[in-house]
């Protein structure tokens, strides 16, 4: 469902870019300060601009439907990430490793953005879910893994 949303709001929304300065700034944005070619910044924009738009849509929808996620449930999310490390075993918050764990991770500014994104990203489906009238349709397997091949490829 998450996919098809996903194509819904990017595939259904349309925004105007300065495709033109976008392209410019594509191109100086290569690693070691070294600019893109014509080529490849020709391949990268239409991904760069579903990105763009996508950040834009979610931003937009997170503000006007208000989606926030806590330091606590970053911190749940880092315990269930542990738990998933170890096998699914219960672990006590109260062990002193498992706190040790969780307040490095939540020290590691990459980790901690990495998690509020996801975090964040799944509240905003979950909105997102709520707004429409699913039907649940049966299909057999082959129909499935039909449907699943043509949604291989990338979004951001």
């Not at 194509?7 to 191109?27: E, G, Q, S, V, Y």
């Not at 989606?67 to 490390?85: A, M, N, S, W």
């Not at 219960?90 to 590691?108: F, G, N, P, S, T």
Request: aromatic share 10%; proline share 3%.
């Amino acid at each position: 469902m998450q996919h098809g949303l996903y194509h819904i709001l990017l595939d259904h929304t349309h925004i105007d870019f300065p495709a033109d300065f976008l392209k410019r700034w594509l191109k100086t944005q290569g690693q070691n300060n070294q600019a893109k070619s014509d080529e490849e910044v020709e391949t990268e924009f239409p991904q760069f601009v579903n990105q763009l738009k996508w950040t834009l849509i979610t931003e937009k929808l997170i503000q006007q439907n208000n989606i926030k996620v806590e330091p606590d449930e970053i911190r749940q999310f880092t315990k269930q990430q542990l738990l998933g490390y170890m096998g699914g075993q219960a672990l006590d918050e109260d062990q002193q490793w498992v706190r040790d764990y969780i307040d490095r991770m939540m020290k590691d500014r990459k980790y901690v953005e990495d998690a509020y994104n996801r975090l964040q990203t799944q509240k905003l489906f979950d909105w997102a879910e709520t707004q429409i009238n699913a039907e649940v349709t049966p299909i057999t397997k082959e129909e499935f893994i039909k449907l699943n091949e043509q949604h291989q490829h990338q979004h951001h």
